[in-house]
């Protein structure tokens, strides 16, 4: 009888394993998807796209720390120094699931036209829509944002 509840929750262990390791492998998909969807939108200017697309706490961040105005001259001043984003590389990334909610962590090294960047994306994954929550990044051409 002390074997039945041990399979039974060993079993329901992997099922819970192999469903976050699925969770995560979408997650990554879905956030480089975006992460190029960012690069197209900022290639063509359109930073209301971006604007509008981000996750409410995006939009709350850049509000408490600065405004849209100063959000829309770092992403200008960052087009016009580095040029079009021409390719980036996922060096790094990490899915963590709390609740309905999933948060994609994405770091790309990216090649402009005039240099590179370090970006750091995160994304909140609920209901299964993807939103950009956080956007950072370092760039030895372009010195600090």
Not at 75 to 86: N, S, T, W, Y
Request: proline fraction near 2%.
């Amino acid at each position: 009888m002390i074997r039945l509840p041990r399979l039974a929750f060993a079993a329901a262990g992997f099922v819970a394993l192999a469903h976050l390791t699925a969770c995560g492998f979408m997650g990554k998909a879905q956030a480089v998807d975006a992460a190029e969807t960012f690069h197209r939108q900022l290639n063509e200017g359109k930073l209301d796209d971006i604007w509008n697309g981000a996750a409410d706490g995006f939009r709350d961040d850049i509000l408490r720390l600065s405004s849209k105005a100063r959000y829309e001259a770092t992403m200008e001043e960052l087009h016009q120094r580095l040029g079009r984003a021409v390719a980036s590389t996922t060096t790094k990334w990490t899915a963590k699931a709390a609740g309905s909610v999933t948060t994609v962590l994405l770091d790309q090294d990216t090649r402009f036209e005039h240099g590179t960047a370090v970006e750091h994306f995160t994304f909140v994954v609920t209901g299964g829509a993807l939103r950009l929550r956080e956007y950072a990044f370092t760039s030895p051409q372009y010195g600090t944002p």
